[in-house]
């Protein structure tokens, strides 16, 4: 089967550096997603990793090891705007279909 | 605002109807995708079309069925619905239906809050 993991929570103070961990198990794996989603909100893509390494955008960095299958996401100078649930999702290849991790919830603290 | 829209917003309805939610892709996506979250089984793949054509099946219930329109909007139709079934329904798109050819990104729409009772 398919099936990608996450710690269930995490929290941090705000302006601290935060690591959510993804670890999978997939067929066809084509890379690694990451998407924020706030309470009742829309996912919101942040990064996508489709090569071995650390991708930056801005606060976010997103980072693959296919050999480890693992990734993780990395959040730095954390506001209080970041607290939300991100996902790490694995992309399908041929039909770009996302199957989701089980989500991590981060609670940023003043 | 992904430029993805779904409507309705919300919509409460009793175990055995049927109900059909809209989804209008952002402009120039050819590619949409529909996933239900709920609270026991997070954010779960459905099914994908692209300009028109089904293109990959998840785990969409056969009580379950969609369709993409000429106009490349989508509808993904409930029928004999269940307490279970209630969940938030996304739908998402991109201008591609393949991972690494580039415009693969998925935007999601606000999505649809279903409620049976």
């Known amino acids: 089967g398919q099936s990608l993991e996450q710690p269930s929570e995490v929290t941090a103070v705000e302006g601290a550096i935060v690591q959510i961990n993804c670890t999978y198990q997939?067929?066809?794996?084509?890379?690694l997603s990451w998407y924020q989603q706030h309470d009742g909100g829309a996912p919101t893509f942040l990064s996508y990793n489709a090569l071995d390494g650390l991708e930056e955008t801005g606060r976010f960095s997103s980072f693959l090891s296919r050999s480890d299958s693992y990734g993780y996401l990395l959040l730095q100078e954390l506001q209080m705007k970041d607290s939300a649930s991100y996902f790490c999702?694995?992309?399908?290849?041929?039909?770009?279909?996302?199957?989701f991790g089980t989500g991590t919830l981060l609670a940023v603290q003043p | 605002d992904s430029g993805v829209t779904q409507t309705p917003k919300h919509l409460i309805t009793a175990t055995g109807q049927r109900v059909t939610l809209r989804c209008s892709p952002r402009s120039g996506d050819l590619s949409v995708y529909w996933y239900q979250q709920s609270l026991d089984q997070g954010l779960q793949f459905l099914i994908q079309?692209?300009?028109?054509?089904?293109?990959a099946k998840g785990n969409i219930l056969e009580r379950f069925s969609a369709q993409q329109f000429p106009d490349l909007h989508s509808e993904l139709n409930l029928s004999s619905l269940e307490l279970g079934d209630s969940a938030l329904y996304f739908c998402?798109?991109?201008?591609?239906?393949?991972?690494?050819?580039?415009?693969?990104?998925?935007?999601f729409g606000p999505g649809t809050r279903l409620t049976v009772l």
């Open positions: 997939t067929s066809g794996f084509y890379g």
């Open positions: 999702a694995a992309n399908g290849g041929a039909t770009n279909k996302l199957i």
């Open positions: 998402a798109s991109s201008v591609t239906s393949s991972t690494g050819v580039g415009l693969d990104t998925q935007y």
């Open positions: 079309y692209y300009n028109g054509e089904e293109r």
